[in-house]
């Protein structure tokens, strides 16, 4: 199989991965009881930093936004990788392996601090990113 294909199912996985994460974790409800507790908490208490009042849950907030805004950006690069990797003879080896070791790090990070439906999903783009890299090596092993 050609590595499109492979760069496309990652691109895929990615988005659902970013609208996910945003409605269940940026925009989820707490249920009641100890999480809408520790969410009031967060929201609450404001403390200044660097010369604005914000609060725990703002920071929480943000870097959930920013997750969604980096993986959203990260599924529009595997698209187009694999519009260069078919168009040209671009070696995207490299860079997809290290695409490859933060998915990986990010499932091991998603295993000790959240639960198992992230961690899927990235051993998943992981797993498409490693078939595109082999992808690529068995094309140009046709090619020579």
Not at 6 to 33: F, Q, S
Not at 64 to 74: D, K
Not at 85 to 109: E, P, Q, S
């Amino acid at each position: 199989m050609r590595p499109t294909p492979w760069l496309r199912a990652a691109a895929i996985l990615t988005l659902i991965h970013a609208i996910l994460h945003t409605i269940g974790g940026v925009y989820g409800t707490p249920a009641p009881g100890p999480q809408q507790i520790a969410v009031d908490a967060m929201r609450a208490n404001t403390f200044p930093v660097m010369g604005h009042i914000r609060s725990m849950w703002a920071f929480y907030h943000g870097m959930g936004l920013a997750v969604t805004i980096f993986l959203t950006l990260e599924a529009v690069v595997f698209w187009l990788l694999g519009n260069l990797v078919r168009d040209t003879k671009a070696d995207l080896r490299d860079l997809l392996v290290l695409f490859v070791i933060g998915y990986m790090a990010l499932a091991v990070n998603s295993l000790r601090y959240f639960f198992y439906p992230p961690v899927i999903v990235e051993l998943l783009i992981a797993a498409c990113l490693v078939m595109a890299i082999l992808s690529i090596r068995q094309k140009e092993a046709a090619i020579t």
